[in-house]
């Protein structure tokens, strides 16, 4: 009944762009924080970008900082991550997830894994030239 379902992954070259949308079922997005992970093989899954239920709150992991962008579209229960400047090190799969929120001391805490417990199924990104 709840689904998240991540597309928009493929294969692009460095400087390239992609947009991931995470399409959501079963319950309503606007009511839940939204958070946007990768892992690669041998690594652990890391935050990438993060935003609260409210939009008050936006994180971004250092590494995508001035390239990567978080937005939703609670009409279409949508969640999107516009990814600008791409580099071979964004290569991995990408997932989507959600969870019910709660009161953070610190924004890198908007991305703790914990805090969300709905996901997708990840999409791949790779980017190559």
């Known amino acids: 009944q709840v689904q998240l379902v991540e597309s928009g992954g493929g294969l692009v070259q460095p400087g390239g762009s992609l947009r991931l949308s995470c399409a959501a079922s079963g319950f309503t997005l606007n009511y839940y924080d939204i958070g946007w992970f990768r892992q690669v093989p041998g690594k652990e899954r890391e935050g990438v970008s993060c935003i609260n239920i409210r939009d008050s709150y936006t994180y971004y992991a250092d590494s995508v900082k001035g390239r990567f962008t978080i937005s939703r579209d609670n009409a279409r229960n949508t969640v999107y991550l516009q990814m600008n400047s791409l580099k071979p090190e964004d290569t991995a799969v990408y997932y989507c997830?959600?969870?019910?929120?709660?009161?953070?001391?610190?924004?890198?805490?908007?991305?703790?894994?914990?805090?969300?417990?709905?996901w997708g199924q990840g999409t791949q990104v790779t980017v190559s030239s």
């Open positions: 997830a959600a969870g019910p929120g709660g009161a953070i001391t610190t924004l890198q805490a908007m991305c703790a894994m914990k805090r969300y417990g709905y």
